[in-house]
Protein backbone atom coordinates (compact mmCIF):
# COMPACT_ATOMS: atom_id res chain seq x y z
CA UNK A 1 0.00 0.00 0.00
CA UNK A 2 1.45 3.17 -0.66
CA UNK A 3 1.32 6.24 1.56
CA UNK A 4 -0.55 9.54 0.95
CA UNK A 5 0.81 12.62 0.37
CA UNK A 6 1.86 15.10 2.47
CA UNK A 7 -1.36 17.35 0.93
CA UNK A 8 -3.02 17.13 -2.29
CA UNK A 9 -1.92 20.40 -4.82
CA UNK A 10 -3.77 22.72 -5.40
CA UNK A 11 -4.33 23.45 -9.22
CA UNK A 12 -3.52 26.77 -8.75
CA UNK A 13 -0.20 26.04 -6.72
CA UNK A 14 0.33 23.71 -9.52
CA UNK A 15 0.29 25.83 -11.87
CA UNK A 16 2.80 28.36 -9.95
CA UNK A 17 5.31 25.37 -9.61
CA UNK A 18 5.00 24.16 -13.54
CA UNK A 19 5.05 27.85 -14.72
CA UNK A 20 8.59 28.71 -14.96
CA UNK A 21 9.15 25.87 -17.15
CA UNK A 22 6.67 26.68 -19.32
CA UNK A 23 7.41 30.38 -19.41
CA UNK A 24 10.96 29.05 -20.31
CA UNK A 25 9.66 26.61 -23.34
CA UNK A 26 7.06 29.20 -24.92
CA UNK A 27 10.45 31.60 -24.88
CA UNK A 28 11.84 28.92 -26.70
CA UNK A 29 9.37 28.00 -29.10
CA UNK A 30 8.89 31.77 -30.11
CA UNK A 31 12.67 32.07 -30.95
CA UNK A 32 11.47 29.97 -34.26
CA UNK A 33 13.50 30.29 -37.69
CA UNK A 34 12.46 33.00 -39.30
CA UNK A 35 11.59 35.46 -36.17
CA UNK A 36 14.25 38.69 -35.30
CA UNK A 37 16.77 38.15 -33.15
CA UNK A 38 15.11 41.25 -31.32
CA UNK A 39 12.16 39.16 -31.24
CA UNK A 40 13.67 36.41 -29.63
CA UNK A 41 15.31 38.34 -27.15
CA UNK A 42 12.13 40.01 -25.72
CA UNK A 43 10.32 36.88 -25.40
CA UNK A 44 13.34 35.42 -23.11
CA UNK A 45 12.90 38.99 -21.27
CA UNK A 46 9.68 38.76 -20.42
CA UNK A 47 10.05 35.08 -19.53
CA UNK A 48 12.73 35.13 -17.20
CA UNK A 49 11.21 38.04 -15.82
CA UNK A 50 7.73 36.28 -14.87
CA UNK A 51 9.67 32.87 -14.09
CA UNK A 52 11.05 35.09 -11.39
CA UNK A 53 8.14 36.87 -10.17
CA UNK A 54 6.07 33.49 -9.97
CA UNK A 55 8.86 31.71 -8.41
CA UNK A 56 8.77 34.42 -6.10
CA UNK A 57 4.81 33.86 -5.05
CA UNK A 58 5.51 30.30 -4.84
CA UNK A 59 8.40 30.62 -2.45
CA UNK A 60 5.67 32.90 -0.34
CA UNK A 61 2.65 30.04 -0.69
CA UNK A 62 5.19 27.44 0.44
CA UNK A 63 6.48 29.95 4.04
CA UNK A 64 2.87 30.45 4.01
CA UNK A 65 2.05 26.51 4.71
CA UNK A 66 0.45 25.51 1.24
CA UNK A 67 3.40 22.57 0.50
CA UNK A 68 2.56 19.10 -1.23
CA UNK A 69 2.45 17.05 -4.23
CA UNK A 70 -0.29 16.05 -7.05
CA UNK A 71 -0.42 16.49 -10.80
CA UNK A 72 3.13 14.88 -10.96
CA UNK A 73 4.74 18.48 -8.92
CA UNK A 74 5.99 19.15 -6.11
CA UNK A 75 5.92 22.08 -3.93
CA UNK A 76 8.24 22.26 -1.33
CA UNK A 77 10.96 24.61 0.41
CA UNK A 78 13.27 23.24 -1.06
CA UNK A 79 11.86 23.37 -4.34
CA UNK A 80 10.84 27.06 -3.74
CA UNK A 81 14.30 27.91 -3.03
CA UNK A 82 16.07 26.43 -5.78
CA UNK A 83 13.57 27.16 -8.40
CA UNK A 84 13.69 31.51 -7.52
CA UNK A 85 17.17 30.44 -7.92
CA UNK A 86 17.25 29.39 -11.07
CA UNK A 87 14.85 31.83 -12.51
CA UNK A 88 16.78 34.65 -10.94
CA UNK A 89 20.25 33.73 -12.50
CA UNK A 90 17.90 32.96 -15.66
CA UNK A 91 16.99 36.32 -16.06
CA UNK A 92 20.45 37.84 -15.25
CA UNK A 93 22.10 35.70 -17.71
CA UNK A 94 19.35 36.83 -20.12
CA UNK A 95 19.98 40.74 -19.37
CA UNK A 96 24.11 40.30 -19.46
CA UNK A 97 23.48 37.89 -22.85
CA UNK A 98 21.86 40.06 -25.17
CA UNK A 99 24.45 43.01 -25.53
CA UNK A 100 27.22 40.13 -25.21
CA UNK A 101 25.99 38.18 -28.27
CA UNK A 102 24.79 41.61 -30.19
CA UNK A 103 25.59 40.94 -33.98
CA UNK A 104 26.58 37.39 -33.94
CA UNK A 105 25.29 35.55 -36.66
CA UNK A 106 23.79 32.91 -34.65
CA UNK A 107 21.82 35.11 -31.60
CA UNK A 108 18.08 33.46 -32.58
CA UNK A 109 19.86 29.84 -32.21
CA UNK A 110 21.50 30.92 -28.73
CA UNK A 111 18.13 32.36 -27.63
CA UNK A 112 16.42 29.06 -28.44
CA UNK A 113 18.75 26.79 -26.78
CA UNK A 114 19.35 29.06 -23.68
CA UNK A 115 15.56 28.73 -22.45
CA UNK A 116 15.49 25.19 -23.65
CA UNK A 117 18.00 24.92 -21.12
CA UNK A 118 16.08 26.94 -18.53
CA UNK A 119 12.80 24.73 -18.83
CA UNK A 120 14.65 21.66 -18.50
CA UNK A 121 16.28 22.92 -15.41
CA UNK A 122 12.90 24.53 -13.83
CA UNK A 123 11.46 20.87 -14.66
CA UNK A 124 13.93 18.78 -12.88
CA UNK A 125 13.22 21.16 -9.79
CA UNK A 126 9.42 20.91 -10.43
CA UNK A 127 9.20 17.29 -11.28
CA UNK A 128 7.87 14.67 -8.22
CA UNK A 129 8.13 12.02 -11.15
CA UNK A 130 11.67 9.90 -10.83
CA UNK A 131 11.95 9.51 -15.00
CA UNK A 132 10.79 12.83 -15.42
CA UNK A 133 13.55 14.22 -12.99
CA UNK A 134 15.88 11.42 -14.82
CA UNK A 135 14.43 12.72 -18.53
CA UNK A 136 14.62 16.35 -17.77
CA UNK A 137 17.66 16.38 -16.60
CA UNK A 138 18.76 14.17 -19.45
CA UNK A 139 16.87 17.08 -21.24
CA UNK A 140 19.35 19.87 -19.53
CA UNK A 141 22.78 18.36 -20.15
CA UNK A 142 21.33 18.48 -24.27
CA UNK A 143 20.52 21.12 -24.51
CA UNK A 144 22.98 22.87 -22.73
CA UNK A 145 25.21 20.70 -25.76
CA UNK A 146 24.14 22.97 -28.12
CA UNK A 147 25.09 26.67 -26.12
CA UNK A 148 28.50 24.52 -25.20
CA UNK A 149 29.40 24.63 -29.27
CA UNK A 150 27.50 27.73 -29.91
CA UNK A 151 30.94 28.25 -32.13
CA UNK A 152 31.23 25.07 -33.61
CA UNK A 153 34.23 25.63 -35.72
CA UNK A 154 36.55 25.96 -32.43
CA UNK A 155 38.31 22.43 -32.47
CA UNK A 156 38.77 23.41 -28.27
CA UNK A 157 35.52 23.57 -27.76
CA UNK A 158 33.63 20.37 -29.87
CA UNK A 159 36.59 18.09 -28.15
CA UNK A 160 35.55 19.92 -25.07
CA UNK A 161 31.87 19.65 -25.51
CA UNK A 162 32.07 15.84 -26.67
CA UNK A 163 33.99 15.03 -23.35
CA UNK A 164 30.76 16.79 -21.46
CA UNK A 165 28.50 14.38 -23.78
CA UNK A 166 29.84 11.45 -22.90
CA UNK A 167 29.45 11.59 -19.22
CA UNK A 168 26.32 13.01 -19.68
CA UNK A 169 25.20 9.94 -21.39
CA UNK A 170 26.67 8.14 -18.48
CA UNK A 171 24.66 9.69 -15.70
CA UNK A 172 21.54 9.19 -17.90
CA UNK A 173 22.00 5.83 -18.21
CA UNK A 174 22.62 5.73 -13.99
CA UNK A 175 19.06 7.55 -13.84
CA UNK A 176 17.07 5.88 -16.00
CA UNK A 177 18.21 2.41 -14.33
CA UNK A 178 17.84 4.25 -11.32
CA UNK A 179 14.11 5.05 -12.24
CA UNK A 180 13.79 1.42 -13.46
CA UNK A 181 15.12 -0.38 -10.11
CA UNK A 182 13.31 2.17 -7.86
CA UNK A 183 9.91 1.17 -9.60
CA UNK A 184 10.98 -2.50 -9.07
CA UNK A 185 11.08 -1.95 -5.40
CA UNK A 186 8.73 0.21 -4.08
CA UNK A 187 5.91 0.47 -6.81
CA UNK A 188 5.62 3.98 -7.70
CA UNK A 189 7.91 6.41 -9.29
CA UNK A 190 6.46 9.60 -7.03
CA UNK A 191 9.30 10.92 -5.17
CA UNK A 192 7.37 11.72 -1.96
CA UNK A 193 5.98 8.31 -1.90
CA UNK A 194 8.88 6.87 -2.59
CA UNK A 195 10.66 8.91 0.17
CA UNK A 196 7.77 7.55 2.84
CA UNK A 197 8.04 3.93 2.08
CA UNK A 198 11.64 4.11 2.71
CA UNK A 199 11.25 6.23 6.01
CA UNK A 200 8.72 3.10 6.80
CA UNK A 201 10.87 0.40 5.97
CA UNK A 202 13.12 -0.99 7.98
CA UNK A 203 15.66 -2.32 5.52
CA UNK A 204 15.76 -1.07 2.15
CA UNK A 205 15.46 -4.02 -1.30
CA UNK A 206 18.18 -4.54 -2.84
CA UNK A 207 17.32 -3.00 -5.87
CA UNK A 208 16.56 -0.04 -4.06
CA UNK A 209 20.03 0.29 -2.54
CA UNK A 210 21.47 -0.26 -6.16
CA UNK A 211 19.67 2.56 -7.15
CA UNK A 212 20.71 5.09 -4.65
CA UNK A 213 24.14 3.27 -5.49
CA UNK A 214 23.61 5.01 -9.25
CA UNK A 215 21.69 8.08 -8.21
CA UNK A 216 24.98 9.17 -6.34
CA UNK A 217 27.50 7.94 -9.36
CA UNK A 218 24.70 10.31 -11.51
CA UNK A 219 25.34 13.08 -9.17
CA UNK A 220 29.03 12.94 -9.35
CA UNK A 221 29.37 12.39 -12.96
CA UNK A 222 26.92 15.06 -13.59
CA UNK A 223 28.93 17.58 -10.74
CA UNK A 224 32.42 17.12 -12.86
CA UNK A 225 34.19 14.76 -9.49
CA UNK A 226 37.39 13.21 -10.19
CA UNK A 227 38.34 11.68 -13.18
CA UNK A 228 35.51 13.00 -15.12
CA UNK A 229 36.05 16.74 -14.58
CA UNK A 230 38.45 17.86 -17.42
CA UNK A 231 34.87 19.25 -19.90
CA UNK A 232 34.16 21.61 -16.82
CA UNK A 233 37.38 22.84 -17.48
CA UNK A 234 38.13 22.94 -20.59
CA UNK A 235 34.02 24.41 -21.90
CA UNK A 236 35.84 27.97 -22.10
CA UNK A 237 35.40 28.55 -25.83
CA UNK A 238 31.58 28.85 -24.67
CA UNK A 239 30.51 32.04 -24.64
CA UNK A 240 30.66 34.08 -20.83
CA UNK A 241 27.22 33.76 -19.89
CA UNK A 242 26.79 30.23 -21.11
CA UNK A 243 30.19 29.49 -18.83
CA UNK A 244 28.05 31.44 -16.10
CA UNK A 245 24.93 29.37 -16.39
CA UNK A 246 26.81 26.60 -16.47
CA UNK A 247 28.75 27.00 -13.09
CA UNK A 248 25.85 28.63 -11.43
CA UNK A 249 22.81 26.36 -12.17
CA UNK A 250 23.21 23.34 -14.05
CA UNK A 251 26.47 21.82 -12.49
CA UNK A 252 24.74 22.48 -9.04
CA UNK A 253 21.29 20.15 -10.44
CA UNK A 254 23.19 16.87 -8.82
CA UNK A 255 23.06 18.02 -5.00
CA UNK A 256 19.35 18.90 -6.08
CA UNK A 257 18.77 15.64 -7.26
CA UNK A 258 20.17 13.95 -3.64
CA UNK A 259 18.74 16.20 -1.52
CA UNK A 260 15.45 14.85 -2.97
CA UNK A 261 16.55 11.43 -2.33
CA UNK A 262 17.66 11.92 0.92
CA UNK A 263 15.76 9.18 3.53
CA UNK A 264 17.13 6.37 0.96
CA UNK A 265 20.90 7.81 0.79
CA UNK A 266 21.19 7.89 4.55
CA UNK A 267 19.90 4.12 4.36
CA UNK A 268 22.57 3.10 2.30
CA UNK A 269 26.47 3.33 3.58
CA UNK A 270 27.63 2.59 0.13
CA UNK A 271 26.63 5.73 -1.65
CA UNK A 272 27.58 7.84 1.67
CA UNK A 273 30.87 6.47 1.27
CA UNK A 274 30.91 7.21 -2.06
CA UNK A 275 29.59 10.64 -1.81
CA UNK A 276 32.62 11.44 1.31
CA UNK A 277 35.70 9.96 -0.39
CA UNK A 278 34.65 11.29 -3.99
CA UNK A 279 33.52 14.81 -3.06
CA UNK A 280 36.47 14.78 -0.43
CA UNK A 281 39.33 13.95 -2.87
CA UNK A 282 38.11 16.16 -5.82
CA UNK A 283 37.55 19.36 -3.11
CA UNK A 284 41.45 18.65 -2.42
CA UNK A 285 43.15 17.82 -5.64
CA UNK A 286 40.91 20.90 -7.15
CA UNK A 287 42.12 23.15 -4.73
CA UNK A 288 45.58 22.25 -4.76
CA UNK A 289 45.50 22.71 -9.18
CA UNK A 290 43.71 26.11 -8.89
CA UNK A 291 46.53 27.81 -6.90
CA UNK A 292 48.35 27.05 -9.87
CA UNK A 293 46.50 28.57 -13.01
CA UNK A 294 46.51 32.21 -13.94
CA UNK A 295 43.69 31.74 -16.11
CA UNK A 296 40.52 33.78 -14.62
CA UNK A 297 37.70 31.71 -15.64
CA UNK A 298 40.16 28.50 -15.43
CA UNK A 299 40.83 29.05 -12.12
CA UNK A 300 36.73 29.71 -11.78
CA UNK A 301 36.11 26.30 -13.37
CA UNK A 302 38.77 24.34 -11.04
CA UNK A 303 37.33 26.30 -8.13
CA UNK A 304 33.43 25.22 -9.20
CA UNK A 305 35.38 21.79 -9.32
CA UNK A 306 36.01 21.65 -5.60
CA UNK A 307 33.41 23.51 -4.44
CA UNK A 308 30.58 20.76 -5.81
CA UNK A 309 32.96 18.30 -4.20
CA UNK A 310 32.51 19.84 -1.10
CA UNK A 311 28.73 19.90 -1.44
CA UNK A 312 28.49 16.69 -2.24
CA UNK A 313 30.84 15.44 0.70
CA UNK A 314 28.08 17.47 2.50
CA UNK A 315 25.31 15.54 1.30
CA UNK A 316 27.42 12.20 2.01
CA UNK A 317 28.15 13.72 5.56
CA UNK A 318 24.32 13.51 5.89
CA UNK A 319 24.70 17.72 6.26
CA UNK A 320 21.20 18.40 4.03
CA UNK A 321 20.64 21.93 5.10
CA UNK A 322 24.33 22.64 4.59
CA UNK A 323 24.72 21.48 1.02
CA UNK A 324 21.38 23.54 0.29
CA UNK A 325 22.78 26.46 1.51
CA UNK A 326 25.85 25.70 -0.12
CA UNK A 327 24.15 25.20 -3.87
CA UNK A 328 22.55 28.49 -3.52
CA UNK A 329 25.46 30.74 -2.43
CA UNK A 330 27.61 29.30 -4.60
CA UNK A 331 25.13 29.76 -7.36
CA UNK A 332 24.90 33.48 -6.31
CA UNK A 333 28.97 33.63 -6.38
CA UNK A 334 29.78 31.83 -9.44
CA UNK A 335 27.03 33.77 -11.59
CA UNK A 336 28.44 36.89 -10.60
CA UNK A 337 32.19 35.88 -11.08
CA UNK A 338 31.72 34.75 -14.33
CA UNK A 339 29.74 37.78 -15.50
CA UNK A 340 32.35 40.11 -13.93
CA UNK A 341 35.11 37.99 -14.89
CA UNK A 342 36.76 41.47 -16.10
CA UNK A 343 36.24 43.42 -13.26
CA UNK A 344 38.17 40.24 -11.73
CA UNK A 345 41.19 40.99 -14.45
CA UNK A 346 41.42 44.35 -13.71
CA UNK A 347 41.59 43.74 -10.04
CA UNK A 348 44.09 41.11 -10.63
CA UNK A 349 46.63 43.51 -12.12
CA UNK A 350 46.00 46.22 -9.63
CA UNK A 351 47.07 43.81 -7.29
CA UNK A 352 50.40 43.26 -8.89
CA UNK A 353 50.85 46.32 -8.47
CA UNK A 354 50.35 46.69 -4.61
CA UNK A 355 53.55 45.60 -2.21
CA UNK A 356 53.35 42.13 -1.48
CA UNK A 357 52.93 40.78 2.09
CA UNK A 358 55.48 38.93 3.85
CA UNK A 359 55.19 35.24 3.46
CA UNK A 360 53.98 33.78 6.69
CA UNK A 361 56.55 31.64 9.04
CA UNK A 362 55.77 27.68 9.62
CA UNK A 363 55.58 29.05 13.13
CA UNK A 364 53.04 31.24 12.01
CA UNK A 365 51.14 29.12 10.31
CA UNK A 366 50.97 26.48 13.19
CA UNK A 367 49.91 29.57 15.86
CA UNK A 368 47.34 30.17 13.34
CA UNK A 369 45.58 26.88 12.77
CA UNK A 370 46.00 26.01 16.48
CA UNK A 371 44.32 29.42 17.26
CA UNK A 372 41.29 28.79 14.59
CA UNK A 373 40.62 25.23 15.60
CA UNK A 374 40.45 26.48 19.44
CA UNK A 375 37.92 29.05 18.48
CA UNK A 376 35.87 26.53 16.64
CA UNK A 377 35.61 24.22 19.68
CA UNK A 378 34.83 27.59 21.82
CA UNK A 379 31.92 28.42 19.40
CA UNK A 380 30.85 24.95 19.68
CA UNK A 381 30.56 24.86 23.35
CA UNK A 382 28.80 28.95 23.19
CA UNK A 383 26.37 27.42 20.47
CA UNK A 384 25.70 24.28 22.79
CA UNK A 385 24.88 26.54 25.62
CA UNK A 386 22.79 29.43 23.45
CA UNK A 387 20.51 26.93 22.30
CA UNK A 388 20.37 24.09 25.27
CA UNK A 389 17.26 22.08 23.75
CA UNK A 390 19.04 22.00 19.62
CA UNK A 391 21.86 19.39 21.39
CA UNK A 392 25.72 19.04 21.09
CA UNK A 393 26.78 20.10 17.50
CA UNK A 394 27.08 17.17 15.64
CA UNK A 395 30.76 16.15 15.14
CA UNK A 396 30.83 16.81 11.55
CA UNK A 397 29.33 19.72 11.55
CA UNK A 398 32.31 21.01 13.47
CA UNK A 399 34.53 19.49 11.29
CA UNK A 400 33.49 21.24 8.56
CA UNK A 401 33.70 24.58 10.66
CA UNK A 402 36.92 23.78 11.50
CA UNK A 403 37.80 23.79 7.92
CA UNK A 404 36.15 26.94 7.42
CA UNK A 405 38.73 28.60 10.09
CA UNK A 406 41.65 26.82 8.90
CA UNK A 407 40.62 28.58 5.55
CA UNK A 408 41.07 32.09 7.97
CA UNK A 409 44.84 31.27 8.47
CA UNK A 410 46.78 32.14 4.89
CA UNK A 411 43.97 35.26 4.59
CA UNK A 412 44.78 36.67 7.86
CA UNK A 413 48.54 35.91 7.71
CA UNK A 414 48.57 37.60 4.69
CA UNK A 415 47.08 41.09 5.81
CA UNK A 416 49.55 40.84 9.72
CA UNK A 417 51.34 43.26 8.49
CA UNK A 418 48.42 45.89 7.75
CA UNK A 419 46.52 44.64 10.52
CA UNK A 420 50.06 46.12 13.10
CA UNK A 421 50.77 42.70 14.07
CA UNK A 422 47.26 42.22 15.56
CA UNK A 423 47.42 39.42 13.23
CA UNK A 424 46.63 36.53 15.50
CA UNK A 425 43.60 37.96 17.76
CA UNK A 426 42.09 38.84 14.55
CA UNK A 427 42.40 35.29 13.20
CA UNK A 428 40.75 33.89 16.56
CA UNK A 429 38.06 36.36 16.50
CA UNK A 430 37.61 35.93 12.54
CA UNK A 431 37.43 31.75 13.28
CA UNK A 432 35.17 32.25 16.71
CA UNK A 433 32.77 34.25 14.67
CA UNK A 434 32.69 32.31 11.81
CA UNK A 435 32.44 28.95 13.20
CA UNK A 436 29.80 30.52 15.58
CA UNK A 437 28.26 31.79 11.98
CA UNK A 438 28.44 28.19 10.27
CA UNK A 439 26.61 26.49 13.64
CA UNK A 440 24.13 29.20 13.58
CA UNK A 441 23.30 28.55 9.65
CA UNK A 442 23.07 24.44 10.41
CA UNK A 443 20.42 25.00 12.76
CA UNK A 444 18.95 27.34 11.31
CA UNK A 445 18.88 25.41 7.66
CA UNK A 446 18.19 22.36 10.01
CA UNK A 447 14.67 24.04 11.37
CA UNK A 448 13.64 25.45 8.37
CA UNK A 449 13.72 22.44 6.03
CA UNK A 450 11.98 20.40 8.98
CA UNK A 451 8.95 20.45 7.09
CA UNK A 452 10.32 18.97 4.06
CA UNK A 453 10.04 15.14 5.26
CA UNK A 454 13.53 13.99 3.33
CA UNK A 455 15.18 16.52 5.39
CA UNK A 456 13.08 15.57 8.98
CA UNK A 457 13.70 11.55 8.34
CA UNK A 458 17.16 11.88 8.28
CA UNK A 459 19.55 12.24 10.90
CA UNK A 460 22.22 15.11 10.58
CA UNK A 461 24.89 12.56 11.76
CA UNK A 462 27.60 10.62 9.93
CA UNK A 463 30.11 7.27 10.78
CA UNK A 464 33.00 8.13 12.78
CA UNK A 465 35.05 6.83 10.08
CA UNK A 466 33.58 9.34 7.43
CA UNK A 467 33.68 12.71 9.37
CA UNK A 468 37.36 11.47 10.75
CA UNK A 469 38.46 11.20 7.19
CA UNK A 470 37.45 14.63 5.99
CA UNK A 471 39.28 16.03 9.20
CA UNK A 472 42.49 14.41 8.17
CA UNK A 473 42.25 15.29 4.25
CA UNK A 474 42.13 18.93 4.51
CA UNK A 475 44.57 18.95 7.70
CA UNK A 476 46.82 17.17 4.96
CA UNK A 477 45.70 19.92 2.48
CA UNK A 478 46.27 22.70 4.62
CA UNK A 479 49.71 21.33 6.02
CA UNK A 480 50.86 20.99 1.96
CA UNK A 481 49.53 24.38 1.33
CA UNK A 482 51.41 25.29 4.19
CA UNK A 483 54.70 23.80 2.76
CA UNK A 484 54.63 25.21 -0.19
CA UNK A 485 53.96 28.90 1.24
CA UNK A 486 56.85 28.63 3.66
CA UNK A 487 59.04 27.01 1.04
CA UNK A 488 57.97 28.48 -2.55
CA UNK A 489 61.15 27.53 -4.57
CA UNK A 490 61.84 24.01 -2.41
CA UNK A 491 62.66 21.25 -3.80
CA UNK A 492 59.10 19.08 -2.58
CA UNK A 493 57.38 22.63 -4.30
CA UNK A 494 59.07 21.97 -7.55
CA UNK A 495 58.57 18.32 -7.71
CA UNK A 496 54.83 18.79 -6.40
CA UNK A 497 54.17 21.71 -9.15
CA UNK A 498 54.25 19.75 -12.40
CA UNK A 499 51.38 16.87 -11.14
CA UNK A 500 49.36 19.70 -9.87
CA UNK A 501 49.12 21.78 -12.87
CA UNK A 502 48.48 18.67 -14.99
CA UNK A 503 45.76 17.53 -12.34
CA UNK A 504 47.18 14.43 -12.08
CA UNK A 505 47.11 13.97 -15.00
CA UNK A 506 43.90 12.27 -14.69
CA UNK A 507 41.95 13.90 -17.59
CA UNK A 508 44.59 12.19 -20.23
CA UNK A 509 43.83 9.13 -18.87
CA UNK A 510 39.96 9.30 -19.22
CA UNK A 511 40.65 10.85 -22.60
CA UNK A 512 42.65 8.14 -23.66
CA UNK A 513 39.91 6.09 -22.87
CA UNK A 514 36.45 7.88 -24.01
CA UNK A 515 38.15 9.02 -27.22
CA UNK A 516 39.12 5.45 -28.01
CA UNK A 517 35.57 4.28 -27.42
CA UNK A 518 33.88 7.58 -29.43
CA UNK A 519 36.10 9.91 -30.84
CA UNK A 520 34.68 13.46 -31.28
CA UNK A 521 32.93 14.17 -34.26
CA UNK A 522 33.46 15.95 -37.51
CA UNK A 523 37.49 16.92 -38.73
CA UNK A 524 38.15 17.98 -35.10
CA UNK A 525 38.63 14.30 -34.16
CA UNK A 526 42.50 14.37 -34.30
CA UNK A 527 42.04 17.19 -30.97
CA UNK A 528 41.48 13.93 -29.26
CA UNK A 529 44.71 13.85 -27.51
CA UNK A 530 44.13 18.14 -26.55
CA UNK A 531 45.34 18.39 -23.29
CA UNK A 532 43.49 18.93 -19.95
CA UNK A 533 46.25 21.44 -18.41
CA UNK A 534 45.21 25.28 -18.85
CA UNK A 535 46.15 26.12 -22.49
CA UNK A 536 45.28 29.42 -22.24
CA UNK A 537 49.03 30.36 -20.39
CA UNK A 538 51.98 29.44 -21.38
CA UNK A 539 53.44 25.61 -20.20
CA UNK A 540 56.26 27.38 -18.01
CA UNK A 541 56.75 24.96 -15.13
CA UNK A 542 58.04 27.02 -12.37
CA UNK A 543 55.65 27.33 -9.27
CA UNK A 544 53.70 30.07 -8.57
CA UNK A 545 55.51 31.26 -5.40
CA UNK A 546 58.56 31.19 -6.97
CA UNK A 547 57.25 33.47 -10.29
CA UNK A 548 56.12 35.89 -7.41
Not at 185 to 193: C, R, S, V
Not at 275 to 303: C, H, N, Q
Not at 382 to 405: K, M
Not at 464 to 478: H, K, P
Amino acid sequence: MQPDSISTLPLWQAGLVLAPTLCAGAAALLARPGSSADTAWLWARVATAAAAVLSALLLVAVLSGHTGSGHGLRADAVGAVVMLLVSFVGWVIVRYSQPYLNGERQERHYVRWLMATLAAVSLVVATNHVLVLALAWAATSLALHRLLTFYGDRPAAVVAAHKKFIVGRMADLCMLAAAALLYLAFGTMHIDQITALAVATQRLPLAAQAAVLLVALAALLKCAQLPFHGWLIQVMEAPTPVSALLHAGVVNLGGFVLIRFAPLIAEVPAAQVLLVVAGTATAVLAALVMTTRISIKVMLAWSTTAQMGFMLMQCGLGLWGMALLHLVAHSLYKAHAFLGAGGAVRRALLVKLTPRAVAPGPLALAAGALVGLAMVLAAAAVFAQLLPGHGAVPPAVAVLAGIVALALVPLVNGQSLRLGGLWLPALGAGAFAVALAYFGLHAAASAWLMPYPAIAATPATAPTALWLGVALAFAALFLLQSLITVAPQGALTRWLYPWFYGGLFLDELFNRIAFGLWRPPGPVASAAALPSIDTSTSLDTTPTGARA
